[in-house]
């Protein structure tokens, strides 16, 4: 099985800060690795998929990289409307899903 | 693109039941349909994949040999059977589709399971 540690699992951040997410697959994932944002009682939404390709519709604020197993998403300037769960996910074999970081309010 | 799921609610451990996904606004042939779940205040776990034309099929092992997961293209619905449940299969049940290798683009609102005595 293929797993997914992500951290940090809670980040605490105000409006305009940078913010780094990271993720670390256990295995070879090739670029097959997407990140979502979820708020509560909300389905997850896409932001990134193939490892650094943006979601249409979504923010151009969010970006991400890989480098082999490592990967990262990055909020360039965070926004009222980020304060959220994030999840990294891995679909190269089944899915995976990484633990989540919550980012909420300084 | 739409999917909405239904059919869950209170079932007592052992007992069973049936979520379905239906879907609308997109060629649903071509796509693979996904069932995610969420414990409550936990992270997302992958439950089960069908591809298209229900080539494959696929399992998570905390589910192998209880669940099974079915396709009715003309219906445009995916249906989860949940057999011999256990109180650690409460959660929110998504559906997600996804076409090829690619992941999850929309995802459904999900519908809650509580196993519960």
């Known amino acids: 099985d293929v797993q997914m540690t992500q951290s940090p699992s809670t980040l605490s951040a105000s409006v305009g800060d940078r913010v780094t997410i990271t993720c670390r697959a256990s295995?070879?994932?090739?670029?097959?690795l997407a990140w979502y944002q979820q708020k509560p009682g909300k389905a997850p939404k896409l932001l990134i998929y193939r490892a650094s390709s943006l979601e249409s519709g979504v923010p151009s604020r969010f970006s991400a990289s890989a480098s082999g197993t490592e990967f990262t998403l990055t909020i360039s300037s965070l926004q009222p409307d980020d304060f959220a769960t994030y999840y990294c996910q891995q679909h190269h074999i089944y899915w995976t899903f990484g633990q989540g970081t919550k980012v909420d309010m300084k | 693109v739409q999917l909405v799921e239904s059919g869950g609610g209170l079932v007592k451990p052992g007992g069973s039941l049936r979520l379905s996904c239906a879907a609308s606004g997109f060629n649903f042939n071509d796509y693979n349909i996904n069932w995610v779940r969420q414990a409550p205040g936990k992270g997302l776990e992958w439950v089960s994949s069908i591809t298209e034309s229900s080539h494959y099929r696929w399992f998570a092992d905390s589910v192998k040999g209880r669940f099974t997961i079915s396709r009715d293209d003309p219906e445009k619905s995916v249906y989860l059977q949940m057999n011999s449940l256990r109180v650690e299969d409460t959660a929110v049940y998504y559906c997600?589709?996804?076409?090829?290798?690619?992941?999850?683009?929309?995802w459904g609102q999900g519908t809650l399971v509580t196993v519960s005595s």
């Open positions: 295995q070879s994932v090739t670029n097959r």
């Open positions: 997600a589709r996804s076409l090829g290798e690619e992941t999850g683009d929309y």
